[in-house]
């Protein structure tokens, strides 16, 4: 009787336990009322890119907060960023669509008033509130920009664009593939299979049981015999590229603007399968230092000047729907080039990385969760 | 009678407190910023991390060991990184020998000031603009593709891989190995070496019998080096290395700075610690710190 009782405590506890962060999660401190006087520092944390002096400069004229921008490579290493040394080191974060709910429910993020956001109303309506930073209505993030994971590859080496993800798991192209040194790269290849192999049953990339897992791991430890390299910043891939190390592999739209802008010959595509892609939110961390000068930072980079800066500079494509007209002010065609006029079934058809979690959004809960995805990268990788 | 003086008789008549306060100061660096670093390194290594907020959660299980020794892959790269730790080593054996003979025995003494400078010069630039030197030779279309097509022989496929790592870790700490050969060899008296030939040892039977017995304790000095500074380096392996040429530090790196699973990269940090305290126990019994 007594033990019964006690076992019916600790299961109490353990529940409770469980549902802690989340109650925590939705109830955090209440978002800042009004934009008050700037703090005169910023620490972000950002993609390389993010933070060009092109937009920082004038931001810190106008406001006299400056900027200090640290740059990570993966969304693994912003939350670590951002939870270093107890969260009060960075007021600001890029994060992309990966890393947002892990800091949500990690606390290491606060609410965010869109009241005080004035561009927010002119966002596409996917990004007004999405799934990976608005939770049960609260806000925790600002949407930023996004873009499609490409295929890159040498124009000598293809002289048509490949229309099929296969290139990258092709023996032909043995020792000249690259693909990025990233755990979330696995929702390419289950991406690839969904549609080689639809008997697998993968309808989300980021979805994945164990028997979906063994399959889409058996693919990538196939293609790790014909990887040059996996490239952990985007100019190791420039540089592979740019020797003739590789010849395909998967990139970002930056490393196909620079590489052509430097002269070689390499062009991108998104094949027939689809892709998988990013959508970066700028977040405040729970113990920002600087808040103020957080919100005019946010303010200052989704006015459609800085969102048409941003989008040509990184080759991606702006959340606010003014942003097209200057674009095309700053450099002519570049709003058609980069979807910022693109119907939402362009914006659809792309899987927008988010963090694999153990509940499968379709009632099952034996999906994999991200610490499973980062194990079974290492194996891959070898 | 002056402070000083004080001191200084105090420091005579008790020689222990002399040593003390000596050694005060260096001890109490060593133990509060090494013994502790590694102190709490072994008390992480039992952590674990909770998966959903990342937080750490306070310990004791063996969780992380029993996943390092379960998962083949961490036994691999555990295994890559000793052998290529070793291979280096032996490599630098071989590369040492002849300079540090050419530089103590066979130049004069400006030759050989020349020599030692020209050993010493590649460790005033920087590490990291070495590496990138290796890796413009070894691409492609690097130097040594280009040297290799000009003299009609087939390109070499050596750029990122585990061959370019052992290139690079070779050249990097070739200089720590050749001082302590060299050191040894000047130890070693020319008479024994005359003694040698008078009683009837040609050449190479005087370097196996006398000088290659003499100079161990050097070549093991240099092995401490080279052998350390191999295992515990990622900086070469991410930028040299291709696929699957990940040593036990990018591990450890990732796990630290990118997953944020701190206990586990402590885990495996702990085995480079035992590989090492092995090394230097052999080490000790082959004199390698007499010579250094």
Not at chain 2, 62 to 67: C, G, K
């Amino acid at each position: 009787m007594r033990d019964d009782f006690k076992r019916k405590l600790a299961k109490l506890a353990l529940y409770v336990s469980m549902s802690l962060p989340f109650a925590q999660g939705a109830a955090a401190a209440e978002p800042l009322q009004s934009i008050g006087q700037g703090e005169g520092v910023l620490n972000m944390v950002a993609w390389e890119g993010y933070a060009q002096p092109d937009w920082v400069k004038p931001f810190e004229a106008a406001t006299g907060c400056m900027v200090h921008a640290k740059y990570a490579g993966s969304s693994d290493e912003m939350v670590a960023l951002m939870r270093s040394g107890g969260g009060d080191q960075y007021d600001l974060v890029s994060a992309s669509g990966d890393a947002t709910l892990r800091l949500i429910y990690g606390h290491d993020v606060q609410p965010i008033n869109m009241a005080l956001i004035p561009a927010w109303k002119n966002f596409i309506p996917q990004l007004q509130s999405p799934a990976f930073n608005t939770v049960r209505g609260v806000h925790y993030g600002v949407s930023y920009e996004w873009g499609p994971n490409t295929l890159l590859y040498n124009t000598k080496v293809f002289p048509t664009a490949p229309t099929s993800w296969s290139v990258i798991y092709d023996p032909a192209y043995k020792g000249k593939i690259t693909v990025p040194d990233n755990p979330i790269q696995i929702a390419d290849a289950a991406l690839y299979l969904s549609k080689k192999d639809p008997s697998l049953g993968i309808t989300d990339p980021y979805e994945l049981n164990q028997t979906q897992m063994d399959a889409v791991v058996a693919l990538l430890k196939a293609q790790s015999k014909l990887i040059k390299k996996y490239w952990a910043l985007a100019s190791d891939e420039i540089q592979l590229f740019t020797s003739g190390d590789a010849v395909v592999g998967a990139a970002w739209p930056y490393q196909t603007n620079t590489l052509q802008a430097a002269k070689v010959p390499v062009a991108e595509t998104i094949p027939q399968e689809g892709a998988t892609g990013w959508a970066d939110t700028w977040m405040i961390s729970a113990k920002a230092p600087h808040p103020n000068c957080a919100y005019e930072w946010i303010n200052w980079v989704t006015t459609p000047k800085v969102q048409a800066e941003q989008a040509i500079y990184f080759g991606e494509t702006p959340a606010n729907t003014l942003a097209c007209k200057e674009m095309d002010k700053q450099q002519p065609g570049s709003c058609e080039q980069y979807h910022a006029n693109a119907p939402s079934s362009y914006f659809d058809q792309i899987k927008f990385w988010k963090t694999p979690r153990k509940d499968c959004g379709n009632g099952k809960d034996d999906c994999l969760d991200y610490s499973a995805w980062q194990r079974e990268w290492q194996i891959i990788k070898g | 009678m002056s402070l000083n003086r004080t001191f200084s008789v105090l420091g005579w008549r008790r020689p222990g407190m002399a040593n003390a306060a000596l050694l005060g100061l260096p001890a109490l660096w060593f133990a509060a910023l090494y013994l502790a670093a590694i102190g709490a390194l072994l008390v992480t290594s039992f952590w674990t991390v909770d998966d959903l907020s990342g937080n750490l959660i306070p310990g004791f299980s063996f969780t992380n060991f029993q996943q390092l020794l379960s998962v083949p892959v961490y036994t691999h790269i555990a295994l890559r990184t000793i052998g290529i730790a070793a291979a280096v080593t032996i490599t630098d054996v071989i590369l040492a020998w002849p300079v540090a003979y050419a530089m103590i025995r066979l130049a004069g003494p400006r030759l050989r000031a020349a020599m030692m400078a020209a050993v010493m010069v590649p460790l005033w630039s920087s590490y990291l603009a070495r590496v990138y030197a290796w890796r413009l030779i070894l691409a492609h279309n690097g130097l040594l593709n280009w040297a290799l097509m000009e003299i009609g022989l087939p390109r070499a496929h050596i750029g990122y891989s585990n061959w370019a790592m052992w290139i690079v870790f070779s050249y990097l700490w070739l200089p720590f190995m050749i001082l302590p050969v060299a050191a040894s060899v000047e130890r070693i008296p020319p008479s024994l070496l005359e003694a040698s030939a008078d009683l009837g040892e040609r050449g190479f039977s005087t370097f196996r019998r006398v000088m290659l017995p003499m100079a161990l304790p050097g070549m093991v000095a240099g092995a401490i080096f080279t052998f350390s500074l191999t295992l515990g380096d990622y900086v070469t392996p991410m930028l040299v290395g291709g696929r699957g040429s990940d040593f036990i530090g990018n591990v450890v790196y990732s796990n630290v700075g990118v997953t944020n699973n701190i206990p586990f990269a402590a885990a495996y940090a702990v085995l480079p610690l035992g590989v090492m305290a092995v090394f230097l126990l052999i080490a000790r019994k082959l004199g390698a710190f007499d010579a250094l």
